[in-house]
């Protein structure tokens, strides 16, 4: 969701607060869904600890319909009690 909507600070990570200066870009306007899924893919692969179940161009379309405009905080916190 971050990749494709962008994130809007400021945001609490591992219980320190960080401020962004600006916010970051959305990718979702400038990529296909294929697109998103090997950038997630590639990151995965690069910095992932553990093996994670890849993100197919489908569920990037289906995400795209879920939330519009830059993410905060607050919608992360949000979207992660829907997920419990």
């Known amino acids: 969701m971050i990749i494709l909507n962008g994130l809007e600070g400021p945001i609490h990570i591992g219980g320190k607060l960080y401020n962004f200066n600006g916010t970051m870009p959305n990718f979702g306007n400038n990529y296909t869904d294929k697109d ?4 997630i893919k590639y990151l995965h692969n690069a910095y992932a600890a553990k093996t994670v179940k890849p993100i197919n161009p489908a569920k990037i379309k ?8 830059t993410l905060l905080e607050k919608d992360l916190l949000e979207m992660a ?3 419990d």
């Open 36 to 39: 998103i899924s090997d950038i």
């Open 62 to 69: 289906e995400l795209r319909s879920k939330k519009s405009g």
């Open 81 to 83: 009690n829907l997920n």
